[in-house]
C-alpha cells in the first residue's frame, strides 16, 4: 500500500481491540475438558477467526464425538464467558478511532465472535464508532475465507486495495491477504514467527495509529 492508499481500517475484535483471548481459550478448555478433551492453548490460538461452530466441527470430529453437542457446546461456553470474563480493550483503541475521524476514515469490526458479545454495555460506547460490524452470522464461510473482508469493504463502500487491516492471528492474516488489502499484525495472543504472511508486524495497537498515519496517509 502507497502513501495515500488508505480509505478504511477494519479491525478484527478479539485480540485486537478486545482484551478477550485468554477469557474465551479458558472457557473453552474449561467447557472441553468435561470430555476428556484437553485444549492446548497455542493450538487453540492459531485457529482463531474461525466461529464457534466450524471449531467445535473440528475438535469433536478430531475426539471421536458427536456433532448434536456442538449448540450445547456454544451455549455452555458463552454461559461461562459472560460470567467470567473481565473486559477491556487493548491501548491504542481510542487513538485508532481519533485517527479515523481526523481523516475521514470508515472503521470496520470484522470478528468471527457472536453479534450479542459485541453490543454489550461494555463494549458498545467504543464500538459505536465503528461504521460496520461483521460477524460470524453475516457470511457463510469464515475466516481464512475472504468473505467477511470483503463483505465489510462493500457495506462501506470502499476498494479493498483501499482498506488496512489489523490482525492478530494466521487465519485472519491469510483472509484480508486473499481480499486483497494490506495487514498488519499484531502478537498479542501469538508469536511473531505465526504472523509472517502479514505486510506488517507492529509490537502492539498503540503503535499501530502513528504507523498508519506517517506511511499509508
Same mark, same amino acid.
Given at each position: 500500500?502507497?502513501?495515500?492508499?488508505?480509505? !478504511?481500517?477494519?479491525?478484527?475484535?478479539?485480540?485486537?481491540?478486545?482484551?478477550?483471548? *485468554?477469557?474465551?481459550?479458558? !472457557?473453552?478448555?474449561?467447557?472441553?475438558?468435561? #470430555?476428556?478433551?484437553?485444549?492446548?492453548?497455542?493450538?487453540?490460538?492459531?485457529?482463531?477467526?474461525?466461529?464457534?461452530? *466450524?471449531?467445535?466441527?473440528?475438535?469433536?470430529?478430531?475426539?471421536?464425538?458427536?456433532?448434536?453437542?456442538?449448540?450445547?457446546? +456454544?451455549?455452555?461456553? *458463552? &454461559?461461562?464467558? @459472560? @460470567?467470567?470474563?473481565?473486559?477491556? #480493550?487493548?491501548?491504542?483503541?481510542?487513538?485508532?478511532?481519533?485517527? &479515523?475521524?481526523?481523516?475521514?476514515?470508515?472503521?470496520?469490526?470484522?470478528?468471527?465472535?457472536? *453479534?450479542?458479545?459485541?453490543?454489550?454495555?461494555?463494549?458498545?460506547?467504543?464500538?459505536?464508532?465503528?461504521? @460496520?460490524?461483521?460477524? &460470524? !452470522?453475516? @457470511?457463510?464461510?469464515?475466516?481464512?475465507?475472504?468473505? $467477511?473482508?470483503?463483505?465489510?469493504?462493500?457495506?462501506?463502500?470502499?476498494? $479493498?486495495?483501499?482498506?488496512?487491516? +489489523?490482525?492478530?492471528?494466521?487465519?485472519? =492474516?491469510? !483472509?484480508? +491477504?486473499?481480499?486483497?488489502? #494490506?495487514?498488519? &499484525?499484531? $502478537?498479542?495472543?501469538?508469536?511473531?514467527?505465526?504472523? #509472517?504472511?502479514?505486510?506488517?508486524?507492529?509490537?502492539?495497537?498503540?503503535?499501530?495509529? $502513528? =504507523?498508519?498515519?506517517?506511511?499509508?496517509?
Amino acid at each position: 500500500m502507497n502513501k495515500g492508499d488508505c480509505k !478504511a481500517i477494519l479491525c478484527d475484535f478479539d485480540g485486537v481491540l478486545g482484551v478477550t483471548g *485468554q477469557d474465551n481459550y479458558k !472457557a473453552w478448555s474449561t467447557i472441553l475438558l468435561e #470430555f476428556d478433551i484437553a485444549l492446548n492453548e497455542e493450538e487453540y490460538f492459531l485457529t482463531e477467526g474461525k466461529n464457534s461452530p *466450524q471449531l467445535l466441527r473440528e475438535i469433536l470430529t478430531e475426539h471421536g464425538h458427536s456433532l448434536d453437542l456442538i449448540p450445547k457446546l +456454544i451455549e455452555k461456553k *458463552q &454461559a461461562l464467558y @459472560t @460470567t467470567s470474563n473481565s473486559f477491556s #480493550f487493548y491501548p491504542g483503541t481510542t487513538e485508532l478511532i481519533d485517527l &479515523a475521524k481526523r481523516k475521514s476514515l470508515k472503521l470496520g469490526v470484522v470478528s468471527g465472535g457472536s *453479534q450479542n458479545r459485541l453490543t454489550k454495555p461494555e463494549a458498545i460506547k467504543v464500538i459505536s464508532n465503528f461504521d @460496520t460490524i461483521i460477524t &460470524a !452470522a453475516d @457470511t457463510d464461510n469464515a475466516k481464512p475465507a475472504p468473505d $467477511p473482508y470483503l463483505l465489510a469493504a462493500e457495506r462501506l463502500k470502499v476498494d $479493498p486495495s483501499n482498506c488496512i487491516v +489489523i490482525e492478530n492471528a494466521p487465519l485472519g =492474516i491469510e !483472509a484480508a +491477504i486473499k481480499a486483497n488489502m #494490506f495487514c498488519i &499484525a499484531i $502478537p498479542s495472543t501469538l508469536d511473531k514467527k505465526h504472523l #509472517f504472511k502479514a505486510h506488517l508486524i507492529v509490537d502492539n495497537l498503540s503503535k499501530v495509529p $502513528p =504507523i498508519i498515519e506517517e506511511l499509508y496517509l
